[in-house]
Nanobody, 117 residues
Framework: QVQLVESGGGSVQPGGSLRLSCAAS????????MGWYRQVPGKQRELVARIGSSSITDYADSVKGRFTISRDNGKKTVYLQMNSLKPEDTAVYYC???????????WGQGTQVTVSS
C-alpha cells in the first residue's frame, strides 16, 4: 500500500519558520514527482511547490524566496522548509506524489500550519 505521512506542522508567529516532512512508503519513490499543496476551508487546493527526481523545482509566486522544497530519495522523504511565515500561509498542507509513467496520484492526510500573533 502506498502511504504518505506528513509531519512538522504546528502554530508559529509571523516571521517564524517550520519544516514539513513527508515520508513515503510502498512505492518506487524516485519515479514520482513530489509536491506540496495547501488548502483553506472553502477554497480550492493550490500548488505550493513541487520537485522532480532531478531536483528541478517549481514554486507558487506567493512563496518564492521564502519556501524551499527538497527530497531525499534514500529516505523516501520530501521536505518543505518554510521561512518568513505570514498569516496568509495558514492552511492544511498536503503531500502529493504523482507519476505519469504509472498513471498514479497519491495524497497524504494533511498537516495543519497556523501562523498568528
Amino acid at each position: 500500500q502506498v502511504q504518505l505521512v506528513e509531519s512538522g506542522g504546528g502554530s508559529v508567529q509571523p516571521g517564524g519558520s517550520l519544516r514539513l516532512s513527508c515520508a513515503a512508503s510502498g512505492m518506487i519513490f524516485s519515479n514520482y514527482l513530489m509536491g506540496w499543496y495547501r488548502q483553506v476551508p472553502g477554497k480550492q487546493r493550490e500548488l505550493v511547490a513541487r520537485i522532480g527526481s532531478s531536483s528541478i523545482t517549481d514554486y507558487a509566486d506567493s512563496v518564492k524566496g521564502r519556501f524551499t522544497i527538497s527530497r531525499d530519495n534514500g529516505k523516501k522523504t520530501v521536505y518543505l522548509q518554510m521561512n518568513s511565515l505570514k498569516p496568509e500561509d495558514t492552511a492544511v498542507y498536503y503531500c502529493n506524489a504523482h507519476s505519469l509513467l504509472y498513471s498514479s496520484n497519491y495524497w497524504g492526510q494533511g498537516t495543519q500550519v497556523t501562523v498568528s500573533s
